[in-house]
């Protein structure tokens, strides 16, 4: 059974700081997703890594995938009040978008 | 990306009545989407794979019974929560995807309040 534990699952940072969130996988998997979500909103997707050593950024943030390790990061820089959201990685069991999502890290950027 | 959109965005129902909550894939055709539940605070956990022309494929611990799921086409599935009851309340979010190895793309969710 595939379990996907993320850690920390509560941030609170002030803005300006760095810090990373990480995710865990326990089986084989090449595909692996970030989300953001929104209170009461559905999920935004933010990165989709497919191969080992995958790297991707978007203004702030910067994921990356370690299949070897079975292990993704997703790195805040310089924390804006306005990326407070909770964020869940999630893998694809068999590459048919069936996902298994981790417990959802919920951050806080105090300014 | 390809859209999917579901609908109510939030319905209310009275204990013991019947909700159907409607997934569509507006762009792309889909022989599988997914259902997933969300409680408060929590995260989402998959309920449902829906096959077009087939039966469904539930979860353990998911009553069939309960979650009626239909996927008459290929660009619409149905999840029926019958005989709902204030436990059933819970943010109800599809997916669906182009087609093998492709982004799974979300939709807008349905918030579901049993009294």
């Known amino acids: 059974e595939l379990k996907v534990e993320q850690n920390p699952l509560f941030l609170s940072m002030q803005e300006g700081k760095n810090y990373t969130i990480y995710c865990n996988y326990s089986?084989?998997?090449?595909?692996l997703y970030w989300y953001r979500q929104d209170p009461g909103k559905s999920l935004e997707s933010l990165f989709v890594l497919l191969s080992n050593g995958a790297v991707k950024q978007e203004g702030r943030l910067m994921a990356s995938l370690d299949t070897k390790a079975r292990l993704s990061t997703l790195h805040i820089t310089a924390a804006v009040h306005d990326l407070s959201a909770t964020y869940f990685c999630?893998?694809?069991?068999?590459?048919?978008?069936?996902?298994?999502f981790g417990q959802g890290t919920r951050l806080t950027i105090n300014p | 990306g390809a859209v999917v959109s579901q609908h109510p965005s939030w319905v209310i129902c009275k204990s013991g009545t019947s909700v159907k909550i409607e997934c569509r894939s507006l762009?792309?055709?889909?022989?599988?989407m997914f259902w997933y539940r969300q409680f408060p605070k929590q995260s989402l956990m998959l309920m449902a794979t829906s096959n077009e022309g087939s039966k469904a494929t539930y979860e353990q611990g998911v009553e069939k019974d309960k979650f009626l799921i239909n996927h008459a086409s290929l660009t619409l599935s149905t999840l029926t929560v019958t005989s709902a009851h204030p436990e059933d309340s819970s943010f109800y979010i599809c997916s669906a995807g182009e087609g093998v190895n492709t982004e799974a793309f979300f939709g807008q969710g349905t918030r579901l309040t049993v009294v």
């Open positions: 762009d792309f055709q889909a022989t599988t």
């Open positions: 089986t084989t998997s090449d595909r």
């Open positions: 999630a893998v694809d069991m068999s590459g048919a978008q069936k996902l298994v």
